[in-house]
């Protein structure tokens, strides 16, 4: 199965996505935003450290994100399929996740939808427009850099969950 990176502004409905992909097709959802939050909810060392960052909805430092996220793509059950989402979120991560693949040599409830509506301490509107701001100057100009790869697929999320799920799927199969 080809692993996926969703690149997408804040609440564009990559988790969504994520979740439906996981369900069909077995894939693993690797967040880096939810391994940050699991820290911060454990109270460990880092999680006390990093725990202001993250709710002010700035970036937390490439080396903790990237500690995490190779500490999870050593799990075995990325084998088959993984999707990253929230990384690489700027082109130093991006450029880290290529070495990092090479060297791990690895291939409430919604009205509409039903589901599961939970607040996060980020998820307001002062710092959805830190984390909006942060995506178009750090995160945007990464697309260029798989544009170049040639694996860049852009996907038209103006429809609903299911038509861009259906696209997606076109782009996967
Ligand atoms: P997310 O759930 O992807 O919106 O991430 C929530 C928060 O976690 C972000 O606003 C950042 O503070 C932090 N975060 C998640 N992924 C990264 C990353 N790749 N680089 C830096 N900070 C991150």
Do not use: W
């Not at 700027?90 to 693949?101: S, V």
């Not at 509409?112 to 178009?136: H, M, P, Q, W």
């Not at 969950?161 to 799927?169: G, H, R």
């Amino acid at each position: 199965m080809k692993n996926i990176i969703f690149i997408a502004p804040p609440a564009a409905g990559k988790g969504t996505q994520s979740d439906l992909l996981v369900k069909k097709y077995g894939y693993v959802h690797i967040s880096t935003g939810d391994l940050l939050r699991d820290e911060v909810n454990r109270k460990s060392e880092l999680g006390i450290k990093i725990a202001d960052i993250m709710s002010s909805g700035e970036f937390v430092s490439d080396e903790i994100v990237t500690e995490l996220l190779k500490n999870r793509l050593t799990q075995n059950d990325t084998n088959n399929g993984f999707i990253l989402d929230g990384y690489p979120r700027n082109l130093a991560q991006a450029n880290t996740l290529d070495a990092l693949l090479s060297e791990l040599d690895k291939e409430g409830y919604c009205d509409d939808c039903g589901g599961e509506l939970i607040s996060r301490s980020d998820d307001n509107e002062s710092t959805f427009k830190v984390r909006f701001d942060a995506y178009i100057e750090n995160t945007q100009p990464i697309l260029e850099f798989y544009r170049e790869k040639g694996i860049l697929n852009i996907i038209d999320n103006s429809g609903t969950p299911d038509n861009t799920f259906a696209l997606i799927e076109s782009v996967i199969k």
